[in-house]
């Protein structure tokens, strides 16, 4: 850690937060100290913690442990209402806006500061001066739904400094943001700090760091990694202290020769549910015996883009071909016609069907095809058969074919969603987030599956935000950014630092 | 088939008068909905209504008490679906759907109960007319407004007052937020559950209005059921109307119209055949299928409407 | 109104359309505990409710009970009135088990009646062995033509089956009522009340208690009928891949769509498959008590429906023993009414009460298992 220097006023102090969900620690006694006039960064990967510590800043949740200072005073902030009275205004991620009222009602909902009878004319006069005050241009008459993304920020933006906010905090706010979308905020931004505000960004993604922010806290896995001054640290230092961690021990892998693709995705184009752009051009080929890993921050399109090769999502662009034929628009059945299986991100409401038994889950999408029907009737007894087989060879504990899959610890449910998958020889294999939420135990099994399909010849398509599960496993890898593919490196190439910089977006550094 | 069986002035006023209670009744589904609760429940307070208003006009042989009891009624019914919706977080429809059952056979119990086979007294204090005598000589209009039920012209200032509040009131913004977007709402410091609540009341109130209006105002008596269906034909303005009270009055007047032209058309006939006035009677829902499913412009309730909602687990 | 659960699919570019109900509200685990108690917390609900209007509770379920079970001619009409209540009562369970509220089946049952009347009297001449079954296909495809509107919609165009279905309802009374009054279907009869033309002797299915053993028996051969409707039910779900798809979308449509079934589809099957049920229905009353469709001979099948599929927890076995609850509530209540001289109405109340405990109860149940449960996953970091 480089030395910090001392801020002149500190008007955030948070000291040794904690906080728990359950059995699980999310933040490990954490520290934010945040100085007046300044843009201050709050940089971790997914589940360092971030989004968390702000929650608690902006009421949303309470702490299980430590302080919070604010100006000085000790500070107790128990609902969105108090911060908002402390003078603190939060610019979510997801954007807390009614799209069919307009901006101005946007922006003085809950604090209108009018008679029962409301004017339009005195709203949108009202926003007038705020915008102009802070230089921030949007139409106070227009719907938000019909705004583009990069607008509707900015109501977000006016909502916060109409009700007198002195720090706002910004979650993730470029997400959405097309590139000169993203410049304009800057230049709010820093109006804003000029203004006298101070500003806390919720970010992954260095770029933003070095163009508008003074300091910056790294968090990892819910502890302190480092506090910098911008302009005394490089995107190297930074990644490295996003990323370092102790390593699993990575795998000896036999070097397969890779033959012939089983993958070829050229120019794929998609939406997100939101209805933003999530993958742009994408061109990518998985051979067969060979493991991609795709890399990058949780929603920089990594979804999106299993979604598309298994056929859940219609791409708006682009080809994706598997055993010479292209496959984009294809519905699932189809996809997996063709050999191509899928160990989806969320195994509970995507992967499995929690209530049936582990058998039923064995044959999902397979029920029509014998032995499991013969003749348009379920043959029972070939379903717990196989249902039997699978559970013993996918090592599911207790391997009772019969037990409802709800009841099943994660690893054990992952297992089932193995066995299912990959029990049938296929071609490619999409595996997305596989051992999230898993522990150590269940998370080497699953690598190992995956090895071994890699051995059998198998095309493995591995999505993941899990930097030792890219490293361990991937024989290359590519990084997603902002719904790009901003490179691709073998194995050996793919430096923790450098991969850390593909990751938040700096590609030029990385790959020099 | 004659003009002035299709638009004749009595033809005219008997579509508001058949429209009223629908529309009161839209009304209803209109502020519920708006703030994000679906309750299907408008014909049980719209019978409930009925019936106790008849009970408490009877009792106390004033016709004003017995509209403040019809209110009353339709409130205190959908209270009771309020607290399964917002409080319970219960299933919207199911909830609807057996206090519905239980308005029709609680207000048939007891009518069976307190008037057995003989009904209610035909001296039943009533809802006046609004007499217009200055339109007394006014071709059609005189006929068509110039003796039409204080209620009708509740129904006119309520449909009024409703769109003014919607649009252009605190309390309507606010509810209008509650309705598309909850944890926005309530991430401004909204107290949604209280906005819900009042607004399932309110519904309850206008249902109530409407029920009152039937058989205090135009049939001067109760029977067994006999809101008929028009607390859900209200349900069906409403969508047609697109959620806003005006609409649902508009659409309320088409429904009311089709109903009224089914009478007026009895024995009709087109050359030889025979006018199919019972076929009317599916215009109404023909409509609102047609318009939800996108075939009429485009329909779109409130984005959280029905949706039970969670609380953020606040600090 | 609209959706009952969160509407996670519905970007652009996605294929899901979400199902309507809230699936483990209506299908918890566990025997008959939780709908027997049900029952009973209704029926004392009931009783206090009789209490309260000063009536005796005791002396009213005694007459209830004693009306719908006291003499073999009252077991039979129980029974009577149990059939159609079976049917309607599996073509709701049958929806809910893929995810769908289906309120139709007052509409599938009516068209089906319709369907079924007409084909009976059309084809009068014909002998009963081919008769009888044109007449339950007829009665089947009509209720399935119906159902399947409603799913096509959803599909097609995302609308909510909660608002198809009770237009439907309406929509087909009031057709009803031009058919039989002045319509095409419209025939005299004794009575002088609007009802269609007698269907032929090959389709009426006779009555199977000779009344030599109960006089006056009205039980039908419908209850067989009825009976291999609940084997087909179950059958149907548990024995073929086509219910185990449907499951599948019931419980989890997220991972039925990326394995392979299409969730849309599915909704269009079960909703034509649940309109047959209760169009069968429709043909048995036809064929088992009327001999024709009189205007507005059923009334509230439908929502009695989705009562007896909520509390036989859309299962086979529990829908027969609801459906006979019911039933002899129905039957029970007319006695309660002329020998206690208490309303039936007590009936329709009791019923309310059922829904309401039943809403309630799902909710606690759901409560308690999220108590343990822990925060979901986007709330970290």
């Not at chain 2, 509650?178 to 906005?195: K, M, N, W, Y």
């Not at chain 3, 990326?258 to 429709?282: E, K, S, T, W, Y």
């Amino acid at each position: 850690m480089t030395s910090t220097v001392a801020p002149h006023v500190e008007l955030v102090e948070m000291r040794g937060i904690v906080k728990r969900f359950g059995d699980f620690t999310a933040l490990h006694g954490v520290d934010l100290v945040v100085a007046e006039h300044e843009i201050h960064a709050l940089l971790g990967e997914n589940g360092a913690g971030k989004s968390t510590l702000m929650n608690i800043l902006y009421g949303l949740y309470r702490p299980d442990g430590g302080t919070i200072r604010l100006a000085g005073q000790d500070a107790a902030i128990h609902s969105p209402r108090d911060a908002i009275a402390r003078g603190i205004g939060m610019i979510h991620q997801h954007f807390m806006l009614i799209p069919p009222l307009t901006v101005a009602e946007n922006v003085v909902l809950g604090d209108e500061r009018s008679g029962p009878v409301l004017s339009r004319h005195a709203l949108a006069a009202r926003v007038r001066e705020l915008e102009e005050r802070f230089h921030i241009g949007v139409d106070p008459d227009a719907k938000v739904e019909d705004l583009p993304l990069g607008l509707q920020q900015r109501v977000e933006i006016l909502k916060v400094l109409y009700r007198g906010s002195e720090l706002l905090i910004f979650d993730e706010p470029t997400a959405v943001l097309t590139p000169q979308e993203v410049d304009e905020l800057f230049t709010i931004v820093r109006t804003l700090r000029d203004e006298g505000k101070v500003v806390i960004f919720i970010t992954h993604k260095l770029r933003e760091v070095f163009a508008v922010t003074d300091r910056i806290t790294v968090l990892r896995a819910g502890r302190n990694a480092g506090e910098l001054v911008t302009k005394a640290t490089s995107p190297s230092e930074i990644a490295r202290l996003m990323v370092g961690r102790e390593l699993r021990q990575v795998q000896a892998r036999t070097p397969v020769t890779a033959s012939g693709a089983v993958l070829e995705i050229r120019g794929l184009e998609a939406r997100s549910d939101r209805g933003a752009t999530a993958l742009q051009g994408i061109d990518l080929t998985v051979n067969a015996g060979e493991i991609l890993g795709v890399a990058g921050v949780g929603g920089n399109g990594q979804s999106e883009l299993a979604e598309c090769v298994l056929g859940l999502r219609e791409p708006t662009a682009g080809s994706i071909v598997i055993g010479g034929a292209d496959i984009a628009h294809d519905d699932p059945k189809r996809t997996r016609e063709r050999g191509v299986a899928y160990v989806p991100e969320d195994r509970r409401t995507e992967g499995l069907v929690l209530a049936f038994t582990v058998a039923d889950n064995f044959i999902l999408g397979k029920q029509d095809r014998p032995p499991f029907s013969t003749r348009g009737v379920l043959d029972d007894d070939a379903i717990r058969t196989n249902g039997d087989r699978l559970a013993k060879e996918f090592d599911v504990r207790p391997p009772n074919a019969r037990a409802i899959v709800a009841n099943l610890s994660g690893g054990n449910q992952q297992k089932v969603v193995l066995g299912r998958e990959l029990s049938e020889r296929p071609t490619l294999i999409v595996v997305s987030q596989p051992t999230r939420g898993l522990d150590i135990g269940s998370t080497e099994y699953v690598w190992e599956r995956l090895l071994e399909q890699r051995a059998r010849g198998c095309g493995v398509l591995l999505v993941s935000s899990e930097l030792d599960e890219i490293r361990a496993l991937s024989d290359r890898i590519a990084v997603m950014f902002e719904g790009r593919l901003v490179a691709t490196l073998a194995a050996a190439d793919a430096t923790e630092e450098r991969l850390g910089l593909l990751m938040a977006g700096h590609a030029e550094a990385a790959l020099a | 088939m004659t003009l002035e069986m299709l638009i004749g002035a009595s033809v005219f006023a008997a579509t508001l008068r058949l429209a009223a209670p629908i529309a009161l009744a839209a009304l209803g589904g209109v502020t519920t909905e708006r703030s994000g609760v679906t309750n299907i429940a408008l014909e049980g307070s719209m019978l409930v209504g009925c019936f106790f208003g008849v009970v408490a006009a009877d009792r106390a042989h004033n016709v004003w008490i017995g509209l403040a009891i019809a209110i009353l009624a339709g409130v205190l019914l959908a209270g009771l679906h309020a607290y399964a919706a917002i409080a319970l977080r219960a299933d919207q429809i199911v909830s609807g759907m057996a206090l519905n059952i239980l308005a029709l056979g609680l207000t048939t119990y007891l009518d069976y109960q307190m008037y057995g086979t003989t009904g209610t007294p035909a001296d039943l204090p009533v809802l006046p007319d609004v007499q217009l005598g200055f339109l007394k000589g006014v071709p059609y209009v005189g006929d068509a407004i110039g003796s039409q039920n204080l209620m009708v012209w509740t129904m006119g200032v309520l449909v009024v007052l409703l769109q003014l509040s919607l649009f252009r009131t605190v309390a309507g913004l606010r509810l209008r937020a509650v309705g598309e977007h909850p944890r926005a709402a309530e991430t401004v410091g909204i107290d949604v559950r209280r906005i819900r609540y009042a607004a399932v009341l309110a519904s309850g109130a206008l249902a109530a209005l409407g029920g009152a209006y039937l058989s205090l105002g135009v049939a001067h008596s109760f029977t067994d059921g006999m809101t008929g269906g028009r607390g859900f034909i209200g349900l069906a303005a409403m969508i047609f109307g697109r959620w806003t009270p005006v609409g649902a009055l508009a659409a309320s007047l088409i429904f009311g119209y089709g109903n009224a032209l089914s009478t007026s058309l009895q024995g009709a006939s087109i050359g030889d055949v025979k006018v199919p006035v019972q076929l009317l009677g599916t215009l109404p829902y023909i409509l609102t299928i047609l318009a939800v499913a996108g075939f009429v412009g485009r329909s779109r309730p409130p984005a959280a409407d029905g949706l039970p909602y969670e609380t953020e687990g606040h600090a | 109104m609209t959706q009952q659960q969160q509407p996670a699919t519905t970007g652009p570019g996605t294929t899901i359309p979400a199902p309507s109900v809230r699936q483990l509200t209506f299908q918890w685990a566990g025997g008959p505990a939780i709908p027997v108690l049900s029952v009973v917390i209704a029926l004392l609900l009931g009783a206090v409710f009789v209490l309260l209007s000063g009536n005796d509770p005791v002396a009213a379920y005694a007459a209830l009970v004693q009306g719908a079970f006291g003499t073999p001619y009252d077991l039979t009409e129980t029974l009577v009135a149990a059939i159609p209540l079976v049917l309607t009562g599996l073509a709701v369970a049958i929806a809910f088990r893929t995810g769908l509220f289906n309120i139709g089946a007052q509409g599938q049952l009516l068209v089906g009646a319709l369907a079924a009347g007409w084909a009976g009297a059309q084809f009068a001449s014909w002998p009963g062995i081919v008769l009888m079954p044109t007449v339950i296909v007829f009665g089947v495809a009509g209720g399935a033509f119906y159902g399947g509107i409603v799913g096509f919609l959803k599909a097609v165009r995302g609308v909510n089956e909660v608002i198809t279905t009770i237009m439907l309802n309406y929509t087909i009374v009031f057709v009803m009522h031009w058919l039989l009054q002045a319509g095409p279907m419209s025939a005299p009869n004794a009575l002088g009340t609007p009802a269609s033309t007698p269907i032929g002797a090959g389709a009426r299915l006779p009555v199977i208690i000779p009344n030599e053993l109960v006089l006056f028996s009205r039980l039908h051969a419908g209850i067989i009928l009825a009976a291999l409707a609940v084997v087909v039910f179950w059958f149907v779900l548990w024995r073929t891949p086509l219910g185990y798809r449907l499951r599948a979308v019931g419980l989890g449509a997220h991972a039925a769509a990326q394995a392979g079934i299409d969730p849309a589809r599915h909704m269009v099957l079960v909703m034509a498959i649940a309109g047959g049920f209760a169009g069968l229905g429709g043909m048995i009353e036809v064929s088992g008590i009327f001999g024709r469709v009189y205007d507005g001979f059923s009334s509230s099948y439908g929502f009695d429906a989705i009562a007896v599929a909520l509390l036989g927890k859309n299962s086979p076995l529990g829908i027969v023993f609801a459906a006979l609850l019911f039933g002899a509530f129905v039957h029970g209540g007319a006695y309660m009414q002329s020998h206690a001289g208490i309303s039936s109405n007590l009936v329709a109340i009791i019923q309310a009460f059922v829904l309401f405990v039943i809403a309630a109860e799902a909710l606690v149940r759901s409560l308690t298992r999220r108590r343990g449960a822990r925060k979901p996953v986007e709330a970290i970091a």
